[in-house]
């Protein structure tokens, strides 16, 4: 095994010596990363946007909603563990929620009527804790006949009315949350059973009602039976409830545009890279020939022009990294006057995956068939041309 | 007794297939090259000398017949097996001097270094290569760029490369081709030394006859045929 540092050595050495080629091409290297990194941040910051207006508006891609009627017997905590078990293959149990509905519920003291009636929600599983609106600190709030402090009360979010009532936001507001301490009080405040429903996010576009539904009537089969329940009635309704998949789809197809300008801009500087491989193996066609002759093998001759492209490379993404952080006040502020949007930041971790599989893809293009096409070289042609 | 052989052919054909028929570049070759000998191979233009370089050298196989250097026969070695027989046995030294004007003539010497198993170090190596300069009388041009120094002086450094890796077998081709007459008489005589200096069999390939003459032996090749071995 020859050691790999003496072949690193020689490549170095070979490369630095024509160094306007050299300099020329870290610099088409170290351009194309760059555009790489800002369309990639460009792409990262409007679609974030997007989604987050796409979420407010219609939810998550693939939000769920299974409503029971009847617990079968179970207690609200039984229950959860069950639905758990079986959603678990389809989302995380991180994004389950479960919520107790109790329809009418009059929250005032009589005989004042400022909240008047409307849903009681409890949440007795939270996926996400989001930040709710509270009620005037004034306000009378009485369940079940006993005062409550107003604390206990707080306003759901858009996106907490939208999952768990299915309305919108600008749609007249209803339904208030109670801190499940006073989940009592609550129950009797509403003469009718209360209803559970869970929302979970799956995240695919794939509409999975169907398999939901299987995967609840196997598990409930033998409840429902003990119940007398007929398989036919379920006393559950699975609900997809995320909505706008054209908007989604044109979201998807925003993303796409800008990861097509990004790579797209890689392979470019990948193509210039390779040209200019392919003259250099060219010119260098008698060295990598006489190396054979002075006993390099196949590997040696493709690691000379491979650790050619990688020292490019390696050299190209140090200039990238000062030219992103040179350039990020400047591409800060062209973002937010030409698309009013803030915190770009070039030099971000999340990128730097994408920035080594960007390389790689490069290394691959332009150094692939320059190093075979080295290895390939009969050294005798190169050698002695006057072979016969 | 006669002198065990650095390298023999037996029977060896190269044949190259061309549009108009295929041309036997090297007909049925047996020859041997003793130890710590000089052989002088002489022959027109297109009688063959260049494909023996290149059949001896291991960089091309022969359609047919047998290549064994020292007891080894070569002649079904794969491009790498032949690769590393090369760097430990077998030092070329061409017409084009091949010298790389980014290295300094030292680095040049030392080019299989980089490609050797062994684990020499560096300094060993550059150590070395200093030490063949000398052998060869240009010492004063180690720190030198290959382009700035003579034809002569060129190929001597191709010939130190050739040693670098203390071959048993150096084969040069048209090493004189590129100098003139007086230069061309100097590099000759120090080929023609070198099984005495440092013991190395030695195959010049010429068609100077002059240059020839100074060899221990001579031998010619006619379209591709040994006439006088």
Known sequence: MIPRGRIVRLAIQLSWASKLRFVLLTLIAAVAMVVFLVVTELSRLSSEDLKQSISAEAGKTGTYAVDFSSTLGLSPNALRTLVTGVLEPFAPTSSLTMVEILSDVSFDCPPEATLGTQPALIVLHKGLNETRGSISAGTNVCLGGQRVPPAAITVPTDAERLEWLGEGPGSSSSGLVVDDMYQRLVLLSDPNPPNYRFIFVTGRDRDQTFEIEKSLSVRFQTLMKSFGIPATEVPFNVTRIDSAPEIRRAATGVDLVYSLVAWGVLILGALGLLVAEMIVVRDRSWFYG?????????????????????????????????????????????????????????????????????EGLILILAGCYPALRAVRQDPVDVLEPRVL | MKAPAAAALASVSVVYPTPSGPVHALDDVTVDFPEMTSTAVVGRSGSGKSTLVSVLALLRRPTAGQVQLRSVVTSALSSDAAAKVRAGGIGVVFQAFHLENSLTVWENVMLPWYFQTARTSRSLAHDRALELLAVLGIPELADRNPNEVSGG???????????????????????????????????????????????????????????????????????GRVSDP
């Open chain 1, 290 to 358: 006489l190396s054979r002759a002075v006993g390099a093998r196949a590997l040696e001759i493709g690691s000379l022009v491979l650790v050619d492209i990688l020292f490019v490379l390696g050299v190209g993404t140090i200039l990238t990294l000062i030219l992103a952080a040179a350039l990020q006040p400047i591409a800060a502020s062209f973002v937010d006057r030409t698309f009013q949007i803030q915190g770009v930041a070039l030099l971000r971790a999340s990128t730097f995956p994408k920035l080594m599989l960007g």
């Open chain 2, 153 to 223: 002086q060129r190929q001597r450094v191709a010939i130190a490369r050739a040693l670098f890796a203390q071959p048993t077998l150096l084969i040069a081709d048209e090493p004189t081709g590129n100098l003139d007459e007086e230069t061309a008489n100097g590099v000759a005589e120090t080929l023609f030394l070198l099984p005495l200096t440092v013991g190395t069999t030695v195959v010049v390939v010429t068609h100077d006859k002059a240059i020839a003459d100074r060899a221990g032996r001579k031998i010619s090749l006619i379209k």
